[in-house]
C-alpha cells in the first residue's frame, strides 16, 4: 500500500524517520543502550519535583477517556460491593461471642451523670 498522497490534509504532518536515531551504543557490539536523559517537551532539563499537587491529579483525570473513567467507576463499584457482601458474609461464617456486661448492676451511672443530677436538683431548689 503506498503511503499518502500529497494532497491529504494530514500528509505535511508524518515525521520523518531520520529525525529521531536510535541513542547510541554504550560498548561497540553491547545491546545495552546508553541512558537517554529525561527532558520536558520544550527541551529543557527536568527537575525532579516531589509529590503530586492536587491540580496535578484533577488534570491527570480530567486527560482520561470517558471509557476508562466508567471502567474505572464500575471498577470501584464492584470491589466496594465484593466488599460488603464479603463482611455479611464473613458475619455469618463467624458469629461475635456475645459480651458479658462490663457494670454488674446495669442501672449503674457515671460519675458524669451524678454530678449533673446533684447540679441539676441544687439549680430545682434554688428556684422553690
Not at 491540580?55 to 470491589?79: E, Q
Not at 458475619?91 to 449503674?108: C, I, M, T
Request: hydrophobic share 30%.
Amino acid at each position: 500500500m503506498p503511503g499518502p498522497s500529497s494532497q491529504h490534509p494530514y500528509a505535511n504532518l508524518r515525521k520523518p524517520q531520520t529525525e529521531n536515531p536510535p541513542p547510541p551504543l554504550l560498548q561497540s557490539g553491547s545491546r545495552k543502550r546508553a541512558p537517554i536523559p529525561s527532558t520536558t517537551p520544550t527541551g529543557a532539563p527536568s527537575t525532579p519535583r516531589g509529590a503530586p499537587t492536587t491540580a496535578d491529579i484533577v488534570a491527570s483525570y480530567a486527560r482520561i477517556p470517558p471509557r476508562t473513567k466508567l471502567y474505572l467507576a464500575l471498577g470501584f463499584f464492584a470491589f466496594a460491593s465484593g466488599g460488603v457482601y464479603m463482611t455479611y458474609k464473613f458475619e455469618e461464617w463467624y458469629p461475635v461471642k456475645k459480651r458479658q456486661r462490663a457494670v454488674a448492676v446495669p442501672d449503674a451511672k457515671s460519675q458524669v451523670d451524678i454530678l449533673w443530677e446533684e447540679e441539676e436538683r441544687r439549680e430545682l431548689e434554688k428556684h422553690r
